[in-house]
């Protein structure tokens, strides 16, 4: 069978597939965010909880994913196939990789601006939400991105655990002993990652439209 007639034939297939690696790595990606902010900003005000923070945080992403994604059903009480175990487990990662660089974008916020939003009557939260953040968006949106292309990377180790996605291709590829669909889910995440790297610069663009203008002058 040529590759070509393999791609149609499994079209359907790899579609779902695809449909499946994006949703388990996009839900962590946002929820791990909205976690993040909070969590760094409180590294960022409260210096005494910086070094524990980031240091905790720096251990969770150095668990081994695979025995992450084990040993989640037994803590969740889910089975081993609940997709819900991928999404947790890759929750923590990006929530692990993000907290660091939220606390260290807003301490790249230059000091006269917050000096500037305290005068102004803005409490810490006003100041965060409506000054230090949109400040802090290039360097979270860098951040976001390495996550977004580790959250597509490990996504697929959860074909070992008979998850569909487009990591599913590569052990079909290996008991076809067939190099198609291993290309064709190599070629799939790297689509998918640069389809979420896209999107995030997008947002951070018309987050910052400011950086945009200053950049034409």
């Known amino acids: 069978m040529s590759a070509f007639d393999w791609l149609v034939d499994n079209a359907a297939i790899i579609g779902e597939y695809a449909a499946w690696h994006i949703y388990l790595s996009l839900i962590p990606l946002i929820a791990g965010l909205l976690l993040a902010l909070p969590l760094g900003w409180l590294a960022h005000r409260y210096r005494g909880a910086y070094g524990p923070m980031v240091t905790s945080a720096g251990l969770l992403y150095t668990l081994p994913s695979l025995a992450l994604f084990v040993l989640l059903p037994q803590v969740l009480g889910t089975r081993m196939l609940d997709p819900l175990n991928i999404i947790s487990a890759l929750l923590v990662y990006t929530v692990a990789l993000l907290v660091r660089v939220v606390a260290d974008a807003l301490a790249a916020v230059p000091g006269e601006t917050a000096l500037s939003a305290e005068a102004m009557g803005y409490r810490p939260f006003q100041r965060f939400c409506l000054v230090e953040l949109p400040i802090a968006v290039p360097v979270i949106a860098a951040g976001l991105r390495v996550a977004a292309a580790s959250n597509v990377s490990l996504v697929s180790l959860a074909s070992l655990l008979g998850i569909p996605q487009l990591g599913s291709l590569f052990t079909t590829g290996f008991q ?37 203008a200053g950049s034409t002058t």
Do not use: E
């Not at 896209?198 to 400011?210: C, G, K, N």
């Open 176 to 212: 076809l002993d067939y190099v198609v669909p291993i290309i064709t889910g190599i070629v799939g995440c790297v689509v998918v990652a640069w389809l979420f790297d896209a999107l995030i610069l997008l947002v951070s663009h018309r987050l910052t439209p400011w950086r945009k």
